[in-house]
């Protein structure tokens, strides 16, 4: 098997790549699952540690989520999400488990941390792309109405499960769920998925 490290030039390569180590993943290759591990740990800790706030819960998060990977590689369906974004689905909610399980009560931590370890595991490349997709997701977004875009970011942003989006926002569960399902599809159909 190839190195998917050496060999990742285009975002759209590195998105093949991350495809075919979820396929080999999925039927038990664990050389692929190391891989995939390498490509995509740097990233889905730095959105651990945004969450948590604390590099030893995080790394717990990121280990626990990586088993949940790879028990689960064989229900991945390409169609619906770019691995990195079930990765991070993955993480994202044992998060947010971890953070009900503490009560909350996470340590503060200067963002500029967790900047450093997005910082660092971007490539030039990868940077410039991610640069004009996130000019492309800003548009998008600003699209929006206010209040779907309120949800949406505290959601995906701030880590909040949908109900504390509405006990923040003070409205119905329901209309959350609504108002988040709305934005992701005007989303979807703005970046052109």
Known sequence: ?????????????????????????????????????RLTSPRLFAVALRMLRRHAWAEEILHDSYITAWNRAASYNPALSSPMTWLTHIVRNRAIDWMRGRDNQT????????????????????????????????????????????????AYYQGLSHGEVSSHLQQPLGTIKSWIRRALEHLKSCVGL
């Open 1 to 37: 098997m190839h190195d998917p490290l050496l060999n990742t030039p285009t975002p759209e390569k590195a998105l093949e790549v991350q495809r075919e180590l979820m396929s080999a993943m999925a039927v038990g290759d664990r050389q692929a699952f190391e891989q995939l591990y």
């Open 107 to 154: 340590d503060e931590l200067d963002d500029s941390v967790a900047d450093r370890y997005v910082e660092q595991s971007d490539e030039p490349l990868q940077r410039l792309q991610q640069d004009s997709d996130a000019k492309i997701l800003a548009n998008c977004l600003a699209h929006l109405p206010a209040e779907q875009r309120q949800s949406l970011i505290l």
